[in-house]
C-alpha cells in the first residue's frame, strides 16, 4: 500500500510542479506559452513542458543547452510512460 502511495506521488509530481509554476509565477507566460497549450502539457507532456519554459526563461529559448535541456524533458516523459505501461502489464501477467 505504502509503495502505490509514493509511485502515485512520484508519478504525479511533474504535474504538480507544472501546477505551481503555473499558480505562483509567471514562468510560464513569460515565454508566450498559451493557456490551452499548458494545458494539454500539463496532462501529457509535463516534463517536456516545464523543460520549454527553463530553456525559454534561462537559456533564450531552443539554442544550443536550451535544446538540450527540451531534449531531456521529452526523454523524461517517455520514461514515465514507458514505466507507467510496464507496471500496467507486470499487475494484469
Request: hydrophobic share 55%.
Amino acid at each position: 500500500m505504502g509503495c502505490c502511495l509514493i509511485l502515485g506521488v512520484l508519478a504525479a509530481s511533474p504535474r504538480i510542479i507544472l501546477l505551481g509554476m503555473w499558480l505562483f509565477t509567471d514562468y510560464l507566460s513569460r515565454i508566450g506559452l498559451p493557456f490551452v497549450w499548458g494545458l494539454v502539457g500539463w496532462a501529457f507532456a509535463p516534463c517536456t513542458t516545464i523543460a520549454y519554459a527553463i530553456a525559454g526563461n534561462s537559456f533564450g529559448g531552443l539554442h544550443g543547452w536550451g535544446t538540450v535541456v527540451l531534449a531531456a524533458g521529452v526523454v523524461l516523459d517517455v520514461l514515465l510512460y514507458s514505466a507507467g505501461r510496464k507496471r500496467r502489464e507486470a499487475r494484469q501477467a
